[in-house]
């Protein structure tokens, strides 16, 4: 086999030099095997590793550049400081313990090894980063998903990688899966994993049926192994459901093993209990992947049960934990909130109570202290400290666990949403904003752990749209707009995937409608006008085809801000044709129809909206009398305790009421409704700093009260966090000397 001319610099995966002149396995790739050749090569190896952990010898650092290819056909592994491997290649290859720098054992090199014969079959690394994200891949135990490979061949290469030592195969396993392999390049991960669980559960029972009084003895010892099987299988796979959208068959198969697991006594047969509770938990969950609620649930309870008769200690974090938080979430699901705190306190005690917990228990533990701050936040007369004190408690619990599944990572999301929305409800925005930012990053991480997957992708175009929707409100439109657009174009890819759900293309018009109000804020009014005219024909669209009522405020809102927006750019024309169109809705709501809905406050808008149009047309008694119907409507919400959402929309009431005064002449009624105007504008800023738009009502008003220097203030703290609406076209130009002095 010639060589190529590689230099002992060269990072490419599986491409170092010889060693000694000996051709090694890094060659042999390099210049490609044919199937059958990397297959054979794969046995050779796989029965390497397996004599030398019979003698009692484990390596540790198996690389392709570490085993050599010999003259007689067979292969020879170099021990680490003969191969003189970089270390970033070593960890290319490497179990997350080694990565760790742990004891190696059998269990690291069967990780090794199953890379290795992978990218044989493959052609590429099943770890394809570059640089010091190889380290970290390491140490999170992440591989990419195999291709190529089916039957008890891809039943080894996934639980070889498994994050739990004792659950990978041996190399003689392997050794014997590569001998008698017949892969055909092609078959699905999902496929696999079906049909492996599928035969490995009629296995069972067909051992177990093969019972009789002459050959017991063989057929026990065939049921235990089969056993052990379906052991591995079903802990190793439970990771895959997430990733395979129709689950049915490998339930399916869950249930026949689960159906053949005969445990009459759980403290005479501990192993069996452990079998018995874990693979009622998978069942469980793979039962909630189909919708069968009810047969999840029981099969929950029955793990509870199990664990409680049974002597195994370790099972209470492995089984009974996780399944009190699944029955705890099937409570929050059926509005049972009293039963669901109830078990997730006992979970948590539970978890608090597990000595050296590790990982999956942390993992566990982590969201049950979410689901504690979630209930303090949720329940009525709101506990703060107990959230902030739960949240806290989580953060901790997972930030000292190493790797990077997706679990883990949509923990720490979670985490940081919850904190940001306490953080919004003490004030505190810019922690909110700075949480949620960070709640933006992690989703993005999730979505890149599984990029074939809608759930994380829904997840971020909703952490994005919450994100801009927070610096809306702290009046960073420029912010906002990068998050609208993001979450826009997350929903509108979302609604063209096969089977959306209507939901996602509501999502779609309702963000895209934020984004078009934020364009407006900082002057995109061409962008943001037809981004209005889409969000508003989506929204008649799902009005029209039958999701009810509950979208025409939605509705309502999108055609206010296309006027209001059409208002400030001058087109008069469209303006009124979306009033109309709003004002149309709102007299077309029953009262019964909605009877939660409070109209009053888009009626308010909608009036003050039309008010500032006659204004604009020179229309003077239409806009005072719309002022004045505002103003009615005003007295009666301030009666009722409920105006703190109309005193900007007071504001700029007040400035028409002013202009039509001073249109007849009463300039003294004028000034004194401008001066009020600027006083509640002041005091709206004065409670909120970041309140962009109240700091643009506010020099709206100095402005007409002739103080240009303050108002020129107030529009250099306007533009310096990039607003710039088109409402304040006068003040900017008149305002301009000022500037340049």
Known sequence: MERDPVSDADPTPGGAPAVGGAPTL?????????????????????????????????HGALTPRAVILQRDGTVGVLEPDEAGERVLQVLRYASPEIA?????????????????????????????????????????????????????????????????????????????????????????????????????????????????????????????????????????????????????????????ALASLDVPDAAQDPDGASLLARALLWN???????????????????????????????????????????????AIEAHDLEAAQALNDRAIELGEAVESPGPEVRLALGRAQIQRGQ???????????????????????????????TELIGLRAEIRQMQARLAGLTGDRDSEIELLAEHVELVERLVEESPGSVEPRAGLAAAN????RARAAGGDFPGAVEAW?????????????EDAPPGWRLEWARTTGGLAEALDRIGGAQEATELHALAIEELERLVGSGLGGELLPLLIERHLSAAEGLLAAGDLRRARVRLASASKRLGSIPADRLPSFDPAPLRARALIASAELSLATSEWSIADQRASLFFGLYERRSEEGKIADLQRLRVRGMLVSASTRAARGSSEDAGRLRRRARDVAADLVAQDDGDAVA???????????????????????????????LELSAVRAATAHIRRR
């Not at 749209?465 to 801009?468: C, F, P, Q």
């Open 284 to 330: 469980g969950r793979a039962q909630l992947r189909l919708g069968d609620v009810a047969r999840a649930r029981a099969h929950f309870e029955r793990a509870v049960e199990v664990v409680d008769a049974a002597p195994t200690a370790s099972l209470d974090g492995e089984v009974r934990l996780p399944s009190l938080l699944e029955l705890c979430t099937l």
């Open 695 to 725: 700091r643009a009502l506010l020099a709206r008003t100095l402005f007409v009260l002739g103080l240009d220097a303050e108002a020129a203030r107030e529009l250099e703290v306007l533009e310096s966090v990039g607003y710039r609406g």
């Open 375 to 405: 209930f303090a936040l949720d329940a009525t007369g709101t506990d703060e400290d107990t959230a902030r004190e739960a949240f806290e408690r989580a953060r901790d619990l997972l930030d000292g666990l190493a790797g990077a599944g």
């Open 465 to 468: 749209d919450e994100l801009g």
């Open 485 to 497: 657009r993001a979450a826009s174009e997350g929903w509108r890819l979302l609604a063209e995937t």
């Open 26 to 58: 890094g060659d042999a790739i390099r210049e490609g095997l044919s199937r059958r050749e990397a297959l054979r090569l794969g046995e050779r190896l796989a029965a390497e590793i397996a004599a030398r952990h019979a003698r009692g010898l484990v």
């Open 100 to 256: 760790r720098r742990e004891e190696p054992s059998v269990g690291s090199d069967a990780f090794s090894l199953a890379l290795i014969v992978r990218e044989l079959v493959e052609g590429i690394p099943a770890r394809r980063s570059e640089g010091e994200q190889v380290a970290l891949d390491a140490v999170d135990g992440r591989v990419s998903v195999p291709h190529g490979f089916e039957g008890e061949l891809q039943g080894l290469v996934v639980l070889a990688a498994s994050p739990h030592v004792d659950q990978r195969p041996s190399a003689a396993h392997f050794a014997a899966a590569l001998r008698g392999a017949t892969q055909i390049r092609g078959v699905s991960r999902k496929e696999a994993l079906v049909a492996l669980v599928a035969a490995l559960a009629v296995l069972m029972l067909v051992f177990a049926m093969r019972r009789s009084a002459a050959a017991r003895e063989v057929a026990d010892q065939q049921f235990a192994d089969s056993r052990a099987a379906i052991e591995g299988l079903l802990a190793g796979t439970y990771p895959e459901l997430g990733r395979v959208r129709d689950v049915a068959r490998l339930a399916q198969a869950g249930e026949r």
